[in-house]
Every structure is written in structure tokens, then in C-alpha cells.
């Protein structure tokens, strides 16, 4: 079963949504949005933007939460990285003060994120991500995170058929979202030019698991087969989220991103919620408050 998210608030309303909940009946139903609703676009901050800082103890969690609320940003999304003992799960004591700080200073937790490998020969391995999964989903639910990102996996093993990986993905996958589901989080697929290099490869597998509670974090730096305009627009109905990158890549060659043009491809998707900025090199006490002036502009 195909989503697009143009759909859902025409077609279906949201009383019916409710009324069709309470009566305890499914509301499995195509996300989508109705175009236009660019008032509805928040900026949030990736914090992967701050990983040598955060890395080299160069600046805390909670520094960087104070350094995106100063500079006026709607939201963060703070990797679990970043949060002592990973891929342990931290304690609910550091978790509340996270979400504590982060509610005083003005922002939302726009989602959060994990490293999975669905792609492991090793079933065992496959099994342990999908645990870890859950585990960062427990955590995503107490700090209120909408999503939790995963990945597909890191590509083909030797000797396996790429359709037979990706269906260890699904089956990975989809396991990942019946446990969100529980606790009220949704699992928002990554493209990261790995397992996952084209449009088609990740539809099969957002489309191979029929429920509303999987979307895409749509990584616009990641699609390099062919124009990134095209192949971003074909995905925008399908995200959740995002990461809105310095750069993107046309048939393998890098180049700086028409923000403008990705700016429009969001709105005519009728996205509504968080766009995550992320910056890959440089100092982010630098680049971030460059990258989201520009941000902010192409927005006007």
C-alpha cells in the first residue's frame, strides 16, 4: 500500500480520526497534508551539526541546547549520540533534565535517532538493533520526541541479492514500529547512501510496511543518482522529517544547495512541522548561525 500525504486532511477529519480511535478501531490512514501551510514550518537544529564538540567535550549537551534557544531556533534534535553510555540507554534522571532544559529555553525535541544496521548477514545482529531501537524509543517517549530515525543498513553483504537485504530491512523495520507505535512514537526512515542510495529503494520499503506510524527522514544530502530536485520532490509527500543540508549532489557531484528551491519543493509538498538544519564541517558555533540566516531567507 502506497502513501502520499497529500490525502489525509482532505480527505479524512480529524474528528473521524478521533471518533474512529475512541471506538477502538483502527486509524491507520495516509499522512498527508494539504499544500501550502508554510506557516506550519519550524526550524530545528540537528545536533549532529555539533559532533566534534560534543565529542571532544568541547561543549555539553546542555550548551548546545542554550546556544540553538539564543539563536531562535523553534526545536532541537539531539542524536543519541550525544547522551551519556551509548548506545545504553541513559537515566531517566539525565533524560528529564534534558527535557527540562530544553522546555525552559523555549525548544521542542523535534525527534531523535539511532544507528541501525538491517542490512547484518548476522540475524542476531539484525535482532539486536531492532532491540536497541526499542530501547531509544522508551527514551524518545519520555523526552516527547515525536520520531525516533533509524537506518536501513550499510549496504549488500558478499554473496546476498540486494532484494533479499532489503527484506531483512522491512522485516527489521517494521518490527521497530510496531514497538513505537505502543508508546506513541513514529519511526521515520533515513536515506543515507548506504543500503539506501535511490527514490525507488526507499519507497520499497516504506511501502512494504502499510501503517501511518513510518515515514522518511528525508536527507536531501543523500540522494546522489541523479537531480536532487527531482528525486527530493518525489520523497516530500513521504517525510516526516528532514535534514535540510549545506550541500546536495547532482549525479555524484557536489554542490551547493538551492535553498530557495528546496524551501518551495516543502511547501508544495504541504509539509507541516520541523526542518532540521544540519552543517558537516567547519565550527557549528560558526556555521550554524550562518547556515540558518540563510535558512531563514530563502523562507521570506
Known sequence: MQFDRRKFLKAVPLGAVALSAAQGKSAEVPLTYSANRSAHIKLSCNL???NDPLRKGEMTLA????FCS????DAVDPTGYYFPGYPEVPQDEYVYEIKKQ???????????????????????????????VRRWVDVAAKMDA???????????????AEREVMDWAVDSIRQCVEYGKQKGVMIVLQNHNELLKTVDQVLYIRNKIATDWLGINLDIGSLRAGDPYEEVAKLAPYAYTWQIK???????????????????????????????????????????????????????
Open 102 to 132: 530544553a522546555f525552559l529555553l523555549g525548544l521542542d525535541i523535534s525527534g531523535t535517532g539511532v544507528r541501525t544496521d538491517f542490512s547484518a548477514a548476522n540475524k542476531a545482529k539484525r535482532a539486536a538493533d531492532v532491540e536497541l
Open 70 to 73: 539564543d539563536l531562535g531556533f
Open 146 to 160: 515525536p520520531v525516533l530515525r533509524v537506518y536501513a543498513g550499510r549496504g549488500v553483504p558478499e554473496g546476498h
Open 63 to 66: 550548551e548546545v541546547l542554550r
Open 246 to 300: 549545506e550541500n546536495v549532489y547532482r549525479y555524484g557531484k557536489e554542490e551547493k544547495t538551492d535553498l530557495k528551491k528546496i524551501i518551495q519543493i516543502i511547501r508544495n509538498a504541504g509539509y507541516r512541522g520541523y526542518i532540521p538544519l544540519e552543517t558537516l564541517s567547519g565550527d557549528p558555533r560558526v556555521q550554524i548561525p550562518r547556515f540558518l540566516a540563510e535558512v531563514r531567507e530563502a523562507m521570506r
Open 48 to 50: 549532529y551539526s555539533f
